[in-house]
């Protein structure tokens, strides 16, 4: 057990989720960098500090899942913060190919049920398998929260405005998984409402990122931002919301 407030970052290892394992070390946590290859996370805490901890957790393995819990109550007894960031774009876009190619061959209409699924599988069901694993030890902390980072392509009304942007490349894959993954958010915040755990989503925004090639425009200090103002809201902060830096976004 400790005084300072331990947070769960998973897909930690790089990007966005390193970037925010950096910022919640400098608001005073300890920071579990969860990273399905066990070097890749400690090479990262490195960079991270020394209130960093590596910690073996992939996402789609109910093993790797039920033993990073068990690490956790072993050694600090609870969890302050959940950010569920770790996702896949893809299993099957080509080298050199664009998001809007990747695109038309991934609609509704043709569309790999098995590309679905392996997508789904990171960032919904693994998602949920996550949090439920760890809301043991969230139930233990004094104020937790879980952070839920999604996109905003996820966006049922945005992408209903024949005006967004990209609303070409809505489709079942990526777009949809986030669009179920701000359901689970909105599903948790409900149950947890009269615990004080509060469940939250949001766009981190277009980040220049493996997950996307590197295609983004922003930076993973722009990327952070938002996760990290969710993980620390106070008591007076909102549950079940789904958000950017610019506010709140819609459904």
């Known amino acids: 057990m400790q005084n300072k407030p331990v ?9 966005i989720g390193l970037q925010i394992a950096k910022d919640l070390v400098a608001q005073g946590f300890t920071v579990l960098v969860g990273s399905r290859n ?29 033993a990073a819990a068990e ?35 991934t609609r509704a209409s043709n569309v790999s049920l098995d590309e679905v699924r392996a997508v789904w599988e990171t960032n919904v069901f693994g998602v949920l398998a ?35 942007p990209y609303r070409s490349i809505f489709g079942p894959c990526y777009p949809a998984s986030k669009t179920a993954l701000n359901a689970m958010t909105l599903a948790m915040a409900i149950e947890l409402e009269s ?24 930076t993973v200090e722009e990327g952070a931002r938002e996760p990290v103002r969710l993980a620390l809201l106070g008591a007076d902060g909102p549950t079940g919301t789904f958000s950017n830096t610019d506010g709140v976004i819609p459904w």
């Not at 947070?7 to 990007?15: D, I, M, P, R, S």
């Not at 957790?57 to 899942?65: E, F, K, M, P, Q």
């Not at 050694?75 to 190619?101: H, M």
């Not at 996550?130 to 233990?140: C, D, F, G, S, W």
């Open 130 to 164: 996550v949090t439920q694993a760890m809301l043991p030890l969230l139930r233990e902390a004094p104020a937790a929260r879980i952070v839920n980072v999604s996109s905003g392509v996820g966006s049922l009304t945005a992408n209903s405005d024949p005006a967004f």
């Open 195 to 218: 615990t004080g755990i509060k469940v939250n989503a949001c766009s981190p925004g277009f980040i220049k990122t493996k997950l996307n090639d590197y295609a983004g425009t922003g």
């Open 71 to 105: 690490r956790v109550r072993k050694e600090f007894g609870r969890l302050d913060v959940l950010v569920n960031n770790a996702a896949i774009s893809n299993t099957s876009k080509l080298p050199g190919q664009s998001i809007a190619e990747y695109a038309k061959l």
């Open 38 to 66: 066990l070097e890749r996370g400690e090479a990262a805490t490195k960079e991270v500090g020394p209130d960093a901890r590596a910690l073996q957790l992939d996402v789609t393995d109910g093993a790797s899942i039920a």
């Open 7 to 15: 947070a769960l970052v998973t897909g930690a290892n790089q990007g």
